[in-house]
């Protein structure tokens, strides 16, 4: 099973390599653009990455979608990212 796992780590970190250079493409073009038209644009991209914990559904696990399991996503996903906006206040 280790191997499957690093397998899926080597995926998603390619899949993150193309995004970021899509990201850094897209902002190049924003900033010729705005050049041409004498404004001057400063974008800041964060990549934010997630990875399932040992109860949640992976690659290889079924999904729950019960409105529990859902509930417990989304109220978890809403205290970090509350957290991050302090973090980034602080």
Same mark, same amino acid.
């Given at each position: 099973?280790?191997?499957? /796992?690093? @397998?899926? =780590?080597?995926?998603?970190?390619?899949?993150? *390599?193309? $995004? #970021?250079?899509?990201?850094?493409?897209?902002? &190049?073009?924003?900033?010729? /653009?705005? @050049?041409? =038209?004498?404004?001057?644009?400063?974008?800041? *991209?964060? $990549? #934010?990455?997630?990875?399932?914990?040992?109860? &949640?559904?992976?690659?290889?696990?079924?999904?729950?979608?019960?409105?529990?399991?859902?509930?417990?996503?989304?109220?978890?996903?809403?205290?970090?990212?509350?957290?991050?906006?302090?973090?980034?206040?602080?």
């Amino acid at each position: 099973m280790g191997w499957k /796992r690093r @397998q899926n =780590e080597k995926m998603i970190y390619c899949l993150e *390599i193309r $995004l #970021i250079n899509v990201c850094d493409y897209a902002v &190049e073009a924003r900033r010729l /653009r705005a @050049q041409l =038209e004498g404004k001057v644009v400063q974008d800041s *991209i964060y $990549l #934010i990455s997630y990875r399932p914990g040992l109860g &949640e559904a992976g690659p290889d696990k079924s999904f729950d979608l019960s409105r529990t399991a859902m509930t417990q996503r989304w109220r978890a996903g809403f205290l970090d990212t509350e957290n991050d906006q302090w973090a980034l206040q602080g």
